[in-house]
């Protein structure tokens, strides 16, 4: 693990990423630094993971096509064409739909693990970032559209 005081960060301008003090991230980031998103593999957003989203649908998941609520939360994937590194400009579509924003905690799993037990699960985890996850409105939670997911996500 390291050190509280420790980050990762990979600016546009350098091929790879490098690890700082925190005080030089700051440093970075407040001249307008522009970073690359912190992540190369492939990226999981996650749709009904807490209680307060569950709940927001009502008595819909129990309406058809779902029939009943979720039994773990539901995936999608966000393409690498979407991703926006820290203070990246991203554009959005004038088409009536608007977007919708959602901040979440990025976990950055560091190595291939399958059949992980519980003890071991933070021994994959390489990092964390914050992300803003943009997506079109759609009613579907169940298998949402990677046309209407895949907007664009904003990592710090």
């Known amino acids: 693990m390291f050190p509280l005081d420790d980050h990762g960060i990979h600016l546009e301008a350098e091929q790879i990423a490098r690890d700082v003090a925190a005080r030089e991230v ?17 990226v999981y957003g996650t749709l009904l993971n807490d209680r307060a989203a569950l709940d927001a649908l009502g008595d819909a998941v129990n309406a058809a096509p779902y029939r009943s609520p979720p039994k773990a ?11 926006a590194g820290y203070g990246a400009k991203i554009a959005v579509p004038d088409d ?10 990025g976990i950055v799993i560091g190595r291939t693990a399958c059949r992980v037990n519980v003890e071991h699960a933070l021994d994959y985890v390489a990092g964390y970032t914050i992300v803003a996850d943009l997506c079109i409105p759609h009613e579907s939670v169940y298998r949402p559209s990677v046309r209407l997911r895949a907007r664009a996500m904003a990592f710090a």
């Open 26 to 42: 700051i440093a970075l980031l407040a001249d307008g630094a522009a970073c690359r998103p912190p992540v190369s593999g492939t």
């Open 73 to 83: 939360p539901v995936l999608y994937i966000k393409p690498r064409n979407t991703w």
């Open 96 to 105: 009536g739909l608007g977007v919708q924003t959602g901040g979440s905690l």
